[in-house]
């Protein structure tokens, strides 16, 4: 039978996965749409964190560098994402900003001349063969497509970037839902002015238009990232990092399902290469 940890981290993940569907279906555009992702987020998270009533550490002046770096790191990597679901199918959108795995890795290498195993360059040469399978079935989806899997690439980077700053603030004692609570109100406050300079309408015009975006919020930001965050401290680190792959797959299937988004099999093949280059990569900067 399965676990309370396991079912929370698929869960978690799935919710996850309905954000590039709540995205392209939004009434805003996809900068203001990043943006009311976390500031819709923060009253809920900051609500959750006071009835917790869990003693946390205050957060010193170097949790605050970290903080700084980790929500400058997702309103990029939000930001990113968002375009590249407008731009290219949800499916290449997704498996390519799971490529962050990877761009830790090889971060590591470049800053700090840990060389990584064999497995991970397996790995990483198998992504990239699934990468360039993804890109040949862009240039038959739309003549944006192209643009939307670099952004996807792009993506990847920024998440790489936030998951190394989490990591550092994780190691100095931040609690899981506190650096939730930051975080994303560094990350709203970053977004904010870039919605605004963007031109794009900033307000959904129907209460439908607001549903969305609190679904978004609540459900894939918060709700998907809590249930992850608490699989997480429960399960195997290497097992929870597999498990993860589910994420793209699902997105795939609910744009399928929700959006009527075709599944070629150039696709479909290398979108499995990709979580098999994934797979291996993780395992071997394990």
């Known amino acids: 039978m399965p676990t309370p940890a396991l079912l929370a981290l698929f869960l978690g993940a799935t919710c996850i996965a309905l954000s590039p569907i709540w995205v392209r279906v939004s009434e805003v555009g996809p900068t203001a749409s ?12 900051w609500a959750l964190l006071g009835a ?17 770096a980790a929500g400058a ?48 360059l397996a790995g990483l040469g198998t ?3 699934g990468v360039a399978m993804l ?4 240039l038959d989806f739309s003549p944006t497509a192209l643009l939307g899997d670099a952004l996807g690439v792009i993506t990847a980077m920024f998440y790489a970037w936030y998951l190394l700053a989490v990591k550092d603030v994780r190691d100095l004692g931040a609690a899981t839902l506190q650096l939730m609570a930051v975080t994303t109100t560094i ?19 129907t209460a439908l238009g607001w549903l969305k975006l609190l679904g978004l919020a609540w459900i894939s930001h918060s709700g998907g990232q809590g249930l992850i965050a608490y699989a997480l401290a429960h399960l195997p680190a290497a097992f929870s990092s597999v498990s993860l792959l589910f994420q793209p797959v699902m997105a795939a299937v609910f744009a399928w399902l929700l959006l009527g988004e075709p599944l070629v099999p150039l696709q479909v093949a290398g979108g499995v290469v990709v979580l098999c280059g994934i797979y291996l990569a993780r395992r071997g900067s394990g």
């Open 135 to 138: 890109v040949r079935t862009s």
């Open 187 to 205: 990350t709203t406050a970053f977004l904010l002015p870039v919605a605004l300079a963007s031109g794009e309408a900033l307000l959904p015009p």
């Open 34 to 45: 990043a943006f009311w992702r976390v500031a819709l987020a923060v009253p809920l998270l």
């Open 127 to 129: 992504a990239l063969a």
């Open 73 to 120: 790191a997702f309103a990029g990597d939000l930001a990113f994402w968002h375009w590249s679901i407008k731009f290219t199918s949800v499916a290449n959108s997704t498996l390519l900003a799971n490529l962050a795995s990877i761009f830790v890795t090889l971060a590591v290498w470049l800053l700090w001349r840990q060389r990584p195993s064999n497995v991970f």
């Open 52 to 68: 917790a009533r869990a003693r946390h550490a205050p957060l010193e002046r170097r949790h605050w560098k970290l903080l700084l």
